[in-house]
Structures are given as structure tokens and as C-alpha cells.
């Protein structure tokens, strides 16, 4: 379902698997043997299985965007919890974060941002990434799940991409004028609804309700996390007028500003939320019984 939504589509997909082949194939005896076999096979390295306490049928499962160990002890709290389903990467998935970044290259490129300009920024942004998950405790979570064995998986990348497509073809079928008409739209959406009752609805960052979108572009709702401020110049040059996305840094949004780049920031937890419900629907129609928690706002479509 994360290849069939993705923006770079199935062929580009399959090419971005080929280079990490065939960067693979160049390396040494003992650089293989250290690099990871899944990024062959998986262009999600953000998504995983961290743990199969016990190899069972699955009928029930617990859905978080956010896993921690509280909720691994509440997962045992509640019993008959055959999985636990994390949104936001753990364990190797979050130091693998800034592997799935490059999607946003590609994205921009279609937006018409050159390729050159759009890999040169993100390599720099993927970098930082790269460094700053880099001290956390990434095992914290999964030495919990071990010790209580607890079935534990994330998907992210993939739940991102839905969300993306979703929200694409939902602005391409609607066709938004203004801000404001963009607004009305997102607020139908009733994972969005739900997030004004919560105090977390849509917003405008940038821009006001009564300037016009322009092209709407979807640059950052799927590709890991936030792209480089540097690229808010480079998008408006490429004739981007608004922006959707999950969220946006300070220095982003002086740049949008800059750039005269309308700002819409659809929200976190409820965009993840969407892209959730997508994939969790599935499971559903097979019968699986899904126990929201953790932010997660279970909408089902079924
Ligand atoms: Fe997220």
C-alpha cells in the first residue's frame, strides 16, 4: 500500500531500490557484512517488525502514534492485545529516519523544483537528521515490548504516503481557489474535524484566508520529517503558491514568508492519524479489532 500511494510511483520506487543495489554490490566483504540487508528489499527503513514476542494470529491490536513504554505496559494492562502498532519510527526505524528523506526530493522535482537544487538541499537537511536522531535511545521502547513480550511493529513512510495521496487527490478533485476555500475543505476531512474539537485543527502559518493558493503543493506531509527552510525559495521560483504540510519549523516559516509562500499546516497528529486510518482500515475489513491510543484518532471508512 506504501509503494502503490507513493508520489515517486512504482517504477520510481523500484529505481530507488536499484541504487541501494548496486551501491551494495560496490562495497567491500566487510561493509557488507555491517550494512543492513533490509534496505534492499525495503524502501521504508522508517518502518519495521521490532519484535515477535509470539508468532499467533493477530485479532486485536493496539494503535499509537507515539509507542513508549507506558503504553507497552498499558498493552499488557488491557490483555488479549495481540500487537502493538506504532506510527512514528523506533528502534533501528528511527536511526534509519533520514533514509526515506530522499522521497522528498523526488516529490519537489515533480512540483518542478530541478533535481540538482531539490537533492543538493535535502542532502544537507537528511544529514542534520541523520545527526540528530542519532543520540537518541532508540531501544528503549523494544527492550520493553522484550521484556513483557509484547508483538511489536511501526509503520510510517508508508501510513505518510496514504495521507499524501489522500490529501493530493482530494485538492486536485476539489480544486480550492482561496486559503479559506483550502480551510473549509480540510476542515470536512473527519480526521481534521475531530482535531478542532481538540484544539489542534488546521491552521494557517502563512498567508491569509482571503490570498489565493496557487499551485498547492504536498511537499512534506510524507518523506520522513521537515525538508530544508533553503528549499521555501527554490519552491516559489518553481511556481508553488501554497503549501500543506504536518508541521513547520520557525526559520521555515520566515523563509515561506520570504518567499510569499502560503502556508497551511493541516496538523501532526491528526494527518498521521489519516494515513493510519488508510492502511488500519485494511486490517479492519480482515476481521482485526484496532484499539486506539496515544494521539491516534480512529476513523474507520469501512
Ligand atoms: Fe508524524
Redesign the pocket.
Known sequence: MGIKSDFRGEEGVRKFLNRKKSQYEKLNEKEKSEADKDALENPYLDSGIHNIAEDKEIKKIMVG?DIDPAEILMAKQLGEIDLVFC??PIGKSLAYLSDVMTLQSDILEQYGVPINIAEGLMRERIEEVSRSTSPGNHQRVIDSAKLLKVNLINVHTPC?NLAAKFLKDLVEQKKPETISELMELLKEVPEYKKAIEQGAGPKIFVGSPENRCGKIALTEITGGTEGSPKLFEKMAQAGIGTIIG?HISEQGKKQAEEANINVVIAG?MSS?SLGINLFIDELEKRGIEIIPCSGFIRISRN
Do not use: A, R, S
Open positions: 502514534i506510527h512514528h505518510d504536518m501532526h498521521d
